[in-house]
């Protein structure tokens, strides 16, 4: 992998390690290893924000993010989020969301939060994967009940990389400022009774009650779901760096798993389900299944 791109990882990470401390170019321009000139021209190019403007929109997310969920009052998520006064934040929150951060607070509108993507990945996705000491899958059967889903369709996707090229990464953040069923976004495989004409198999959406009634973002749909049962296949924790990995070996299990020894199928009615790869708990898709 280019030593470019794993300077601008490292400059990517040390910010979000970072974030509640003051950030000079000097600071990344240690990490990248590279000259603060240079480093400032590699990260604009590779994830075209200044350092400043990515910083800043990071800090606004999670400061948003803490006044949803952790009933922060304004004034503190200003001064943590390292603004000078209220009036400063609260003008900057609305220029990124649309919306001041009292009101945001209170009626927790769908926003577009800011989703920090390493650049890496774009690079590690292309690499060829060796499947030969596959990691272990936990396999569990589980329920999900009747529930809406709030979902952004895209055109011809069969995959989160595809989607991302046709829709955009940012949906993903407004995702994320909703409350979900489940405790996060989803991204769903639909079959063919829940698609609209012309639009992609892969979506990405937030799981809500089945008699939910609240804001929907524009250009988004509702689809309703039938209560189901799931074959949740887990893999082991694992680093960032080895994704496309753990994600192939779930993918590998699912593949050659026979539902018919617990007195299941495959049910080709309902989505299939993937959940955000995060390295901690390991990699997770849901696959649908009924009894024989």
């Known amino acids: 992998m280019k030593e470019q791109i794993l300077a601008v990882q490292r400059m990517q990470e040390y910010i979000e390690a970072n974030a509640d401390n003051e950030i000079t170019l000097a600071d990344l321009s240690r990490e990248s290893m590279f000259s603060p000139w240079y480093s400032y021209r590699l990260f604009r190019s590779y994830t075209g924000l200044s350092p400043a403007e990515y910083i800043r929109r990071y800090r606004l997310s999670r400061s948003a993010i803490r006044l949803k969920s952790d009933n922060c009052r304004v004034i503190d998520a200003a001064f943590e989020a390292g603004f000078e006064s209220v009036d400063g934040y609260q003008r900057a929150f609305l220029k990124e969301f649309g919306c001041n951060p009292g009101e945001y607070a209170k009626t927790k509108v769908p926003i577009p939060l800011f989703v920090t993507y390493g650049v890496k990945f774009r690079e590690l996705r292309k690499e060829k994967i060796d499947m030969e000491n ?159």
């Not at 055109?155 to 409350?179: H, N, P, Q, R």
């Not at 609209?196 to 973002?217: H, L």
């Open 134 to 292: 596959v990691q272990s899958v936990f396999v569990q059967l589980m329920k999900k009940p009747e529930r809406r889903v709030i979902i952004k369709r895209g055109e011809k996707a069969d995959d989160y990389f595809a989607y991302c090229e046709e829709v955009g990464c940012d949906v993903w953040g407004i995702l994320t400022s909703m409350d979900s069923l489940c405790g996060e976004p989803v991204c769903l495989w639909l079959p063919e009774r829940f698609r609209k004409k012309n639009t992609s198999v892969y979506v990405q959406g937030v799981e809500v009650e089945a008699d939910y009634s609240g804001a929907v973002p524009d250009g988004f749909d509702v689809i309703t779901l039938p209560a189901a049962e799931y074959l949740m296949f887990q893999g082991e924790p694992f680093r960032e760096e080895d994704y496309c990995t753990a994600i192939s070996a779930v993918q590998h299990s699912a593949d050659k798993y026979n539902p018919a020894v617990i007195g299941y199928k495959w049910d080709e009615t309902n989505p299939k389900i993937q959940l955000e790869p995060r390295g901690e708990r390991g990699y997770i898709e849901l696959y649908p299944v009924r009894p024989l």
